[in-house]
């Protein structure tokens, strides 16, 4: 069935194809405050922009903002909006602190805004603008709204103002601590969670299978050397502390970074410097061995090269001359001059080795400094990669990272390095491989790091754990934190309040309503009609037609617009043949104004019309929109199922119970016959063997056999029969 793209006065035509689950889910955001949890890659955008078509279309003097934490997540929903909203260009902005505050004020006079919440609570302050101009307020990476970010002050600050205030949250994951997720619902005033995944059945068609792998890799005897004297040094460190006042340390020889931090408090107690350095001595160390376990030999040189720079700090030197961390130190310098790296190094080039013509791969790190040296490795093997990296202190500028992702979709490279920022939001090109260079205890996290594939083809995510480090504590905390995340939102989800329907009251169980096929790719707001109005609707990809409503009866609805299209490219009279072959009974409904069917004559018009009713005996049903048409459709599956007592059957081909239908069915099979060709044959020449056994002259007086079809006819007729090769 051709791709259905959305129909809305405020969006381009034809240039957003429909997807159910997202309709759906746009449809629940226009009558409640409501926060979306959709992971990365299912079309987070298009749903914010399908609520903003609807509420221009309510509320044409008001305004819409939607908010973005960064720069280039804002510029990305706003080139996405520019694209597919209907509006004048100047009528959508992008409005950030680059602006300055005269360009600033004159954009928030605009219908639609694209903003920072930095930026807007500044401006608010300001008197630049007015929350109560505002018909929605939608927050992109709705997370983050806890404790004093910005969101919340706008969104404590728009309840307040607007009696109506209408506010929708979206994120991709949802963190597993529940305080923080009610703390995000309060700050918002969202009434309720609803949660899509690619579990979910409206989600399943427009999903692609992601593979999902964990390979744990040894540690070489070297980086376990190193990393012994570095433990070794911290026992002693955490022996000398535990001596030196009321302290008790559990696990001295494997103590968690967690362990240490936690120690802070009672060391502050102590007052005694020696016991506050052999603290912050064992951090420093701790961080500097998870460096070494999972990231690589040039991480762990490079921190300890910045600690050997600083002109001071607690403990500095005492550290960098304790015999065991220079030996340690030393150790690595010498690897790294003999060019030996990580083993995760050598198993990542032969992932990317393995990456097909013009696919492309992201690898996720941690830290900024294995992005710089898994980079370098990489660049001098000859791969084509770049690197994305956050703006701080000598970082990409947001201008270069928008450039870097723009430049990855272009096909100017193959593989992208990045840090946290390339996890949150931003559109990076669909990637059919990524690589987790290290494991991260988040789930919000994870699930981000895996949407980056799996969205139009088959997907492969790899996860790379060192043996016996952190990474592996990571594997564990992640798969848990994960399950709890989804134990806490399946909690806090409330049932969504539907509407009655207009049988509701005639009604008295489910056996009396009339149950409805409808179409994967229908739109939801026409099935949410269906079901106001009494039917049971189940969804399904149904190979011809768009509603089933009893086993006679099969619905296809088309547009104007539709309509005129399958007539100039002959989709139509295929589909009226596969609707005849499989159903007794087709209907065609045509949707709206006949102003929108341009493209062809009146005649032309009226005569395909005229052949829809008269060769193919298709009814047809005139329709001002998804109201109307759910009535029609309710009314023929209620006449059908309840008055007439028949069943609703999903079938491929029409049961063939007269020898005439298998007659017809057997002539259609030619190429170019279809089911009203093969009946003005076999009227014409009464038997199959007549039609096989007819010259060109004969077949060409049948109506709608010419030259090229009856030379067809006979060349099949007459050719022997040769057995295909394949």
């Known amino acids: 069935m051709a791709a259905r793209f959305i129909e809305h006065d405020n969006v381009t035509p034809e240039s957003l194809q429909v997807r159910s689950y997202q309709v759906d889910l746009a449809a629940i955001c226009y009558n409640e405050n409501i926060l979306l949890v959709v992971p990365t890659g299912l079309g987070k955008t298009a749903i914010a922009l399908l609520v903003v078509a609807e509420y221009l279309k309510n509320h044409p003097d008001k305004k819409c903002l939607l908010l973005a934490p960064t720069r280039p997540l804002c510029h990305q929903h706003y080139n996405f909006f520019q694209k597919h909203l209907l ?39 300001r008197g630049l603008l007015d929350l109560e101009n505002f018909s929605i307020l939608i927050f992109d990476e709705a997370h983050r709204a806890v404790g004093e970010y910005a969101y919340c002050h706008i969104g404590r600050n728009y309840k307040k103002i607007s009696s109506k205030a209408r506010m929708v949250g979206l994120t991709a994951s949802l963190p597993d601590d529940e305080t923080r997720i009610k ?130 700090g607690v403990g500095l030197r005492q550290l960098l001359e304790d015999p065991q961390v220079k030996s340690a130190y030393e150790s690595a310098r010498g690897a790294s001059l003999l060019g030996v790296e990580h083993p995760k190094i050598d198993e990542l080039k032969i992932l990317l080795k393995s990456l ?24 001098s093997n000859k791969f084509r990669v770049r690197f994305l990296i956050g703006k701080s202190g000598k970082g990409q500028r947001q201008n270069e990272q928008v450039k870097t992702i723009e430049d990855m979709n272009a096909g100017l490279f193959d593989i992208l390095v990045a840090t946290q920022v390339g ?26 790091r895996r949407g980056r594939t799996g969205r139009e083809a088959p997907g ?30 399946a909690k806090m989800q409330k049932p969504k309040q539907v509407s009655k329907g207009l049988m509701d009251n005639y009604v008295e169980s489910s056996k009396n309503l009339p149950l409805v096929y409808v179409d994967a790719r229908e739109s939801l707001l026409l099935v949410d009609e269906l079901k106001k109005r009494g039917c049971r609707v189940d969804v399904q990809t149904l190979i011809v037609g768009d509603f089933i409503v009893s086993k006679d009866v099969i619905i296809e609805r088309k547009t104007g617009e539709d309509f005129v299209k399958s007539v100039i490219d002959g989709r139509l009279f295929k ?36 052949s829809v009713v008269s060769d193919f005996d298709v009814s047809i049903f005139m329709s001002s929109g998804h109201e109307e048409t759910s009535q029609i459709i309710f009314h023929i599956a209620r006449r059908e199922q309840i008055e007439k007592k028949k069943k609703v059957i999903i079938r491929n081909r029409k049961t063939l119970r007269h020898i005439s239908d298998t007659q017809k069915y057997v002539v259609s099979g030619l190429p170019g016959v279809n089911t009203v060709l093969a009946e003005r044959l076999l009227i014409e020449l009464k038997t199959i063997s007549s039609i096989f ?31 295909s090769s394949d």
């Not at 996860?463 to 939102?489: C, F, H, N, P």
Request: proline share 3%.
């Open 87 to 125: 509006l004048d260009e100047d009528k959508i902005q992008v409005l950030t602190g680059k602006d300055p505050m005269n360009v600033r004020k004159k954009k928030w006079e605009q219908q639609v805004i694209c903003a920072t919440p930095q930026i807007t609570v500044g401006d608010l302050k």
């Open 575 to 610: 589909q009226l043949v596969a609707m005849r072959e499989t159903y007794s009974r087709p209907v065609l409904i045509l949707e709206g104004e006949r102003k929108r069917a341009t493209g062809i004559g009146n005649a032309s018009l009226f005569g395909a019309l005229a």
């Open 356 to 379: 097909g013509k013009h696919e492309k791969a992201i690898v996720f790190t941690g830290y900024r400094d294995s992005v710089d040296s898994i980079y370098t490795n990489l660049a």
């Open 423 to 448: 996890e949150e939001g931003l559109d990076i090109s669909e990637c059919s491989l990524v690589v987790f260079y290290d494991n991260v205890p988040s789930a919000v996290r994870f699930v981000q």
């Open 693 to 723: 056994g007819a010259n060109e002259t004969e077949l060409k007086q049948v109506e709608g056999v010419g030259e090229k079809l009856a030379k067809n006819i006979k060349d099949i007729a007459k050719k022997e029969y040769e057995p």
């Open 183 to 312: 703390e995000m619902l309060t700050n918002l005033s969202f009434d309720r969670i609803e949660f899509r995944d690619e579990l979910s059945e409206d989600v399943k068609p427009y999903v692609q299978k992601t593979k999902l792998e964990w390979k744990k890799i040894p540690l070489p005897p070297l980086l376990l050397d190193i990393r012994s004297k570095l433990k070794n040094s911290i026992t002693i460190r955490l022996k000398r502390l535990e001596g030196s006042g009321n302290v008790r340390i559990k696990n001295k020889n494997n103590i968690s970074m967690k362990n240490l931090l936690d120690l802070r408090t009672e060391v502050e107690k102590l007052d005694d410097s020696q016991a506050k350095s052999d603290l912050i001595s064992s951090i420093r160390l701790s961080h500097a061995i998870n460096l070494l376990e999972t990231q690589s030999i040039q991480s762990f040189l490079k921190f300890f090269d910045r600690l050997s720079k600083r002109y001071s």
């Open 460 to 489: 492969r995510v790899v996860v790379l754990i060192a043996q016996g480090t952190r990474d592996e504590i990571y594997y564990w905390v992640g798969r848990r934190k994960m399950k709890s995340g989804r134990q806490i939102v």
